[in-house]
């Protein structure tokens, strides 16, 4: 009867909860609505997609760290999914309507040196820190307060490299796409050829760890 009496209480407990976190967001949306930047869409759908990354555990570096560490393929093979769904999705847009990529195109920076030593550290950082960005505020979400200050070391790196960036600058190449070598339509399909090409080699990667 213990028990059956705590889990009762947690129930209560976590519906309290989620009522006044529902009004507060719901109050906060309203007042966006009104205000001068009318932006509760952009706040609703940050919930929503909060909501499913906290559901699904979704994270990008955990999706490496697994299938590098542990060997486990699945959250690779979601990320891999998602990258060719939007290429089929922008394929499609284009294919409607020439025009559109004016508007939907990606920004493609330039890289180089700088790149490859940003991401070798950030992908240490994150791995230490227990996921990425998403996963980070996922986890301060859930209450895990030491996340807090994973978050504060994430904005001390961005401002860093937004203060340095100037020292790498000619180190960089110029920017370049699949689209500056072949067509469109060629590119889209070297892309899903090479997703499936990783889809099909994590199975294997699975069954060698």
């Not at 529902?22 to 001068?36: D, K, Q």
């Not at 000619?170 to 072949?182: G, H, K, W």
Request: aromatic residues 16%; glycine residues 10%; charged residues 10%.
């Amino acid at each position: 009867m213990i028990g059956v009496g705590q889990k009762v209480g947690k129930a209560n407990s976590q519906l309290r909860l989620f009522t006044t976190f529902f009004i507060i967001f719901m109050i906060v949306a309203l007042w966006l609505r009104n205000s001068e930047l009318n932006s509760s869409w952009y706040w609703m759908f940050g919930l929503f997609l909060g909501f499913i990354f906290q559901r699904s555990k979704f994270c990008v570096s955990a999706a490496f760290r697994d299938i590098t560490l542990f060997g486990l393929g699945s959250g690779m093979r979601a990320i891999l999914l998602m990258v060719a769904l939007i290429n089929i999705i922008f394929f499609s847009l284009h294919l409607l309507d020439p025009d559109i990529d004016v508007a939907v195109m990606g920004y493609v920076d330039k890289w180089g040196v700088a790149t490859a030593l940003g991401a070798f550290i950030f992908g240490i950082g994150m791995v230490i820190a227990g996921g990425c960005v998403s996963g980070t505020f996922m986890r301060i979400g859930e209450g895990y307060l030491l996340q807090v200050v994973t978050f504060i070391g994430i904005a001390i790196g961005l401002i860093i490299t937004n203060k340095l960036s100037f020292l790498f600058t000619s180190l960089y190449l110029p920017a370049a796409t699949l689209n500056d070598f072949i067509a469109y339509e060629e590119a889209i399909l070297v892309q899903l050829l090479m997703l499936f090409t990783l889809w099909s080699l994590s199975f294997w990667w699975e069954r060698r760890i």
